[in-house]
């Protein structure tokens, strides 16, 4: 059972501290979508690239520059028994210091049975639920903006419930270099909107605020760390890195890189021994 919710519903009671845990709603909103933002640990308020950033900091979508080529991204993940999650993007610059993009993200479950009060099988159900947006960035001198509007739907056997929510952010590019490389700065907000009600009772939305920083290393290596403070968890770091090997590097002249990444997302790692939170990819 959800706690009461704050500030006019958008929040609940507790936000930012472990006393929210379990009081949101939206679960599906707060996967980390694309391959490599979940291989770097989640990282992603100034990492996050191509038509996946949207996903995580509106105003990432900067880097599609005029001459940039439009983007597609597409993931999806299977997770325990028979649940799911995914998402697909599409990105393009817009004009000379913008550009758009377009996103879905989703996540259900296979049928599952239901028990009446006697224990006794009565049939079965699905859920799922998606959220379609679109994003906007826009270039002012030094800095980048972003914002996006999401529409979601989710659905429970029976029951069905819609909402909305904005995502909002902004990247300071080259900031400062450590060394010869660039840092890059970013903060967002995302999930900003009024609870959804499935069922009796109306949720508050997954809301997180994030800020961190990206180095470009050089060329081929980035690190990155972002500062998360989610509505319904107490504030974690998460920790990304990622190298890159040119084809130019093997000799061909074919236009891609291969990637190898890891990171560290504490919040997967509370509370659990071993090393629950490293991910890796490649």
Known sequence: MSAP???????????FSAKAAGTTG???????????????????VAAAKGAEAQFHNPA??????PESRREAARDYSR????????????????????????GLVYAGQGAQTTYDAQGNSAGTFRSG?????????????????????K??????????????????????????????GPLDLGLSLVNLGPPVKLGPTADAL???????ANWRVNPVFDAALDLVLPADA?????????????????????????????????????????IGGVTAGF
């Open 151 to 180: 529409i979601l739907r989710q659905t429970l056997d029976d029951r069905s419930a819609a909402g909305a929510a904005v995502d909002l952010g902004l990247v300071a590019p080259s900031v400062s270099h450590l060394g010869d």
């Open 129 to 149: 639920d998606l959220a379609l947006g679109a994003s906007y960035a826009h270039r002012a001198g030094r800095m980048w903006f972003g914002g996006g509007l």
């Open 234 to 274: 107490a504030p974690f770091v998460a920790i990304g890195f990622e190298g890159r090997l040119p084809a130019a590097k093997l000799g061909s002249s074919k236009d891609w890189s291969a990637a190898m990444r890891v990171g560290y997302d504490q919040s997967h790692g509370r509370d659990v021994e071993g």
């Open 26 to 44: 939206a679960a599906f909103l707060k996967f980390p979508a694309g391959s490599r933002t979940a291989a770097m640990g989640g990282v992603s």
């Open 206 to 212: 997954p809301a997180r605020a994030r800020a961190g």
């Open 79 to 102: 997770l325990l028994e028979s649940a799911y999650a995914g998402s697909a993007g599409w990105a393009t610059p817009l004009g000379r210091s913008g550009a758009l993009g377009v």
């Open 60 to 65: 990432l979508l900067a880097r599609f520059e």
């Open 5 to 15: 919710a704050a500030a006019g519903g958008w929040l609940p009671d507790g936000a």
